[in-house]
């Protein structure tokens, strides 16, 4: 037996003696803060999640905060699952998340869904996720904060109906928390902060994200969001995505665009601004979707901000986007001659 699932068994078989003879387990994922991430069916028909943390110490510290976390969630209304609970797994003293399963997640539904599925999951992204989170708070800065990537939530039938739950509470974005370990540098603080608790950020990140999985649906998901922001009130949200140059892009002059990106900064806002000029790019050229990895590969940062070096390397990529579109219209214009 693969040395997790054992591992896993013999923490049931501790923590869950009645339900052990019925169980059956199997990996679905590795996470960034769990090393593995298990499903087990226990004897009464329900599916669990068994989430192995893989840097149990740090997280250890902030256990109560990721318990208020997710308590604060529910009562807002947003949509998680039912309970969570922790568990110290001897011999090693690794720490155990279980937690109700919620469905498949979302980047796997999204990355094979058609128009209609695509607008109906970003429906309801807003209305069980972010509209319940962002009317905590009349202002544009929330006191508790998520990480809004189509992977940190799943697709659940609730018995009535299709829901998205938001599953991910490690780190807990509560107390101006950003990572595990803490970030100490001010500007790398400052774009968490944008990106976790700050309603502007939420928001571009959702449609950065999502764009990112599929640059084909982009407009698609700018129409939903706007549309979901507008019914729940979320006027300045709006008025900064229609000011932000990479949702207002023109495609026009190709030196002027360049131009442009070279004028990005790569910090604060900017940096957002950049990736997501990224994926607006590759959802108008029809560029090939791994250069856009690439971009979000050189742009990623957890200590401090990316390095002036792998911010060039990003905007190279991003150009050489442009340079398929000439491809793609000089082999056009051939087939029309
Ligand atoms: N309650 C749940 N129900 C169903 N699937 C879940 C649940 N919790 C986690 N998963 C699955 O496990 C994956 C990783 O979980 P989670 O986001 O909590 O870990 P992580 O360490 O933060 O990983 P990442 O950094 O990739 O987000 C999710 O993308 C999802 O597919
Ligand atoms: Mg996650």
Redesign the pocket.
């Known amino acids: 037996m693969n040395q997790v699932v054992e591992k896993a068994h013999l923490f049931i078989v501790r923590e869950f003696p009645n339900i052990v003879r019925d169980v059956s387990i199997e990996i ?7 090393s593995n ?1 298990l ?1 087990m069916r226990i004897c009464n028909g329900e599916d669990k ?1 068994m ?1 192995i943390i ?1 840097n149990s110490h740090e997280v250890s510290q902030v256990l109560d905060e990721i318990l208020d976390y997710h308590a604060y969630l529910r009562n807002a209304g947003v949509s998680v ?1 039912n309970s969570i609970g922790f568990y110290k797994f001897e011999p090693g003293g690794d720490l155990v ?1 279980v ?7 979302l ?2 539904i999204l990355s094979k869904a058609d128009d209609d599925s695509c607008r109906q999951i970003v429906y309801m992204i807003c209305r069980d996720v972010m509209n319940p989170l962002f009317q905590t708070s009349s202002g544009l800065i929330l006191d508790i904060g998520l ?1 809004p ?1 189509p ?2 939530m ?1 697709l ?1 039938f609730n018995g009535s109906n299709f829901i998205v ?1 938001y ?4 780190p807990p974005k509560i107390n101006g928390i950003l990572e595990i370990p803490e970030p100490e540098d001010s500007q790398t603080r400052e774009m968490g902060f944008l990106r976790h608790y700050d309603k502007r950020g939420l928001t571009l990140n959702l449609l950065m994200q999502l764009s990112r999985l599929r640059p084909d649906k982009r407009d698609l998901f700018k129409e939903v969001i706007f549309q979901e922001m507008k019914h729940s009130g979320e006027y300045e949200v709006i008025r900064f995505l229609e000011e932000t140059p990479s949702i207002n892009f023109k495609f026009d002059d190709k030196g002027r665009i360049q131009h442009q990106i070279e004028k990005l900064t790569g910090f604060g806002l900017d940096y957002y601004i950049l990736r997501d000029v990224a994926c607006e790019i590759c959802a108008k050229t029809g560029s090939d979707c791994s250069k856009l990895e690439k971009v979000f590969m050189h742009t990623h940062f957890s200590s401090c901000p990316p390095s002036h070096d792998n911010i060039k390397k990003a905007k190279f990529e991003i150009i050489s986007m442009l340079e398929t579109t000439t491809l793609n219209n000089q082999r056009q214009m051939s087939l029309v001659m």
Not at 99 to 105: L, N, R, Y
Request: glycine residues 6%.
């Open positions: 679905v994922k590795k996470g960034h803060y769990t991430v499903v999640v989430k893989a699952p998340e937690a109700q399963f919620c469905g498949e997640s980047d796997d990480d990537i992977r940190n799943t659940f739950v599953i991910d509470f490690i």
